[in-house]
């Protein structure tokens, strides 16, 4: 029955042409005509890659930190993008500093946007080391703030968008048409989304226990339908509450995990230390974002960063991440590595 679900939603999705290129054309995403999505990773034996030594980021979380933790190979490393038609934009940070000079950029989702926060800070850190920084968290809010440039990057950790709720009785409600956190995300001049992969865990890990639809209750539903009614009561905000003129919002794409999609015959990422050669894999829950981001008036850019990151199950931590051989992780990334590619993609557009 699952299989069957799965062939009529893939052709569903499909038969109405919802797929990354199409969204870079409805929202421009491209340099001169190019689609930065598109292209290859290329081994390089430059001094430019790694963008910064992680040694000297000293506030990279623990499961990121692979080297730190004994990662032996680092060629990891060495790989960067390159786009089919045009090159990547280097990233300056410093221009990256002014052009944000007095503004607040804010990532918003789980610990792939966490992943995502910490690898921007730690290469804006290293292009100025000297530069005074400001770290601190409130609630569920970490700030980090350079005086120097007047410029905050914050972090909110919320993994569905929408809300979970207590009752009186304890029992965890999941609102998919309540977004309570919204009001303060407005107050940003730039905005990255991220959610899905909390969207998958069931039984002890999963944060809710009824789920709250409009007037109906109900214990559970085909996961990829829960996701789509939330990230279209969070669309539905955008349309009507953000002024996009003045904040501008991505999507940040679907991170693949490669616990089941590895090379040469493995199931996971341990071991492997190269970019995979080909990948076929599709994502479900990419197609869905695309179709909900395509229906919307106002202008959200999707950071498509699935494919590209399909080929990295070298980049992430796998035993070498804060569980240490206790815990494999094949779903969170390396700092440096893979995610510092996407804060480039991100640098490039925001333009």
């Known amino acids: 029955m699952k299989i069957m679900f799965s062939l009529f939603f893939l052709l569903f999705m499909l038969s109405n042409n919802v797929h990354g290129k199409l969204m870079n054309d409805v929202n421009q995403l491209e340099i001169n005509g190019c689609d930065l999505f598109q292209g290859r ?48 934009p280097r990233f300056n940070a410093i221009e990256f500093q002014n052009k944000l ?30 530069a005074k920084y400001i770290s601190k968290r409130i609630g569920g809010t970490s700030i980090f703030t350079f005086p120097k440039y007047n410029t905050s990057y914050l972090m909110y950790r919320n993994a569905f968008l929408v ?32 959610s899905w992969h909390w969207w998958l865990h069931t039984g002890r890990k999963q944060p809710w226990d009824l789920v709250q639809d409009g007037n109906s209750t109900y214990v559970d539903a085909p996961r990829l339908a829960l996701y789509e009614k939330a990230l279209t009561t969070w669309a539905k905000w955008v349309d009507s509450e953000v002024d996009t003129t003045k904040t501008k919002i991505f999507f940040q794409g679907v991170s693949p995990d490669h616990d089941n999609h590895g090379s ?22 990419e197609l869905v974002l695309e179709k909900v981001l395509k229906g919307m008036d106002k202008s959200v850019y999707l950071l498509n960063i699935t494919k590209l990151s ?27 590595g893979v995610v510092d590619t996407w804060n480039l993609l991100l640098s490039a557009l925001l333009g």
């Open 101 to 130: 000079r007095g503004k607040q950029m804010m990532f918003v989702g789980d610990s792939i946007s966490l992943n995502q926060w910490q690898s921007l800070t730690c290469m804006l850190h290293a292009a100025d080391p000297q």
């Open 264 to 285: 040469s015959g493995s199931n996971t990422c341990q071991g492997v230390t190269q970019p995979l050669a080909s990948t076929e894999r599709v994502h479900e829950e």
């Open 310 to 336: 399909q080929y990295r199950a070298d980049g992430h931590p796998s035993v070498f991440g804060h569980g240490g051989h206790r815990d494999l992780d094949c779903t969170h990334w390396c700092l440096a």
């Open 41 to 88: 990773w290329i081994y390089g034996n430059d001094d430019d890659y790694p963008l910064y030594d992680s040694s000297i980021c000293p506030f990279i979380e623990k499961q990121f930190d692979c080297l730190k933790n004994g990662r032996p190979d680092a060629d990891y490393l060495k790989y960067r993008w390159q786009p089919n038609e045009c090159n990547l």
């Open 163 to 194: 809300d979970i709720t207590m009752q009186n009785n304890g029992t965890r409600v999941l609102e998919l048409d309540s977004l309570s956190s919204a009001d303060q995300w407005k107050q940003m001049d730039v905005l990255i989304f991220d």
